[in-house]
């Protein structure tokens, strides 16, 4: 069974920084695409990052890049999410997610975690 | 930036059926993902390349595409499918690719 487990999130104050991190079990790691999807409060999702199985390739939706940065670790079987300089519109519930992959391109999201709500407020 | 566009909301009584449409530019050349929200939980996925289903999700959840717009059906709506619906596409056409979600739609089972 794919499972996704986020942890990580917490109050920090507008500026500083936070790093998520994603436990994956149930399939090979090392084998797929991973993603970061949000949701503010109330709202819809956001895509956020990409990286690909081997960490090569990385991209950001323009509102955060130069302040988050995707990384992985295969031989943990973890994804992480460093976010620094956050700001009170990077509050959210944040979803670790497994990327669907079709015909050597990224499409969609098949499993996604629970979720780890970061609130960034003074 | 790409955008994909949804209806906010689409009510259908017990037993109906229930389209959800999802309108974008660059959909005739891209896949379509469709996910189910509940409140409190994760997204799921429902249907993914326009029109295929997971496996464990009911037949009753269908995906279609023409032109512009990919619709996503509920035959035979239960009180259990309300929730909201999110469609979602990948657009390679930028200098970078981007991953884009519709602003979902809310489906109330009356």
């Known amino acids: 069974e794919v499972q996704l487990v986020e942890s990580g999130g917490g109050l920090v104050q507008p500026g500083g920084s936070l790093r998520l991190s994603c436990a994956a079990s149930g399939f090979t790691f090392s084998s797929y695409w991973m993603s970061w999807v949000r949701q503010a409060p109330g709202k819809g999702l956001e895509w956020v990052a990409n990286i690909k199985e081997d960490g090569s390739e990385k991209y950001y939706v323009d509102s955060v890049k130069g302040r988050f940065t995707i990384s992985r670790d295969n031989a943990k079987n973890s994804l992480y999410l460093q976010m620094n300089s956050l700001r009170a519109e990077d509050t959210a519930v944040y979803y670790c997610a497994r990327g669907d992959l079709w015909f050597g391109e990224l499409w969609g999201f098949d499993y996604w975690g629970q979720g780890t709500l970061v609130t960034v407020s003074s | 930036s790409y955008e994909l566009t949804q209806p906010p909301s689409v009510s259908v009584s017990p037993g109906q059926t229930a389209r959800i449409t999802c309108s974008g530019d660059?959909?005739?050349?891209?896949?379509a993902y469709w996910y189910q929200q509940k409140p409190g939980q994760a997204p799921v996925l429902v249907i993914y390349k326009d029109s295929e289903r997971p496996s464990g999700i009911p037949e009753r959840f269908s995906g279609s595409s023409s032109g512009t717009t990919v619709t996503l059906t509920i035959s035979g709506v239960q009180a259990e499918d309300e929730a909201d619906y999110y469609c979602q596409s990948a657009d390679s056409s930028g200098t970078y690719p981007d991953w884009v979600f519709g602003g979902g739609t809310k489906l109330t089972v009356l």
């Open positions: 660059a959909l005739p050349k891209q896949f």
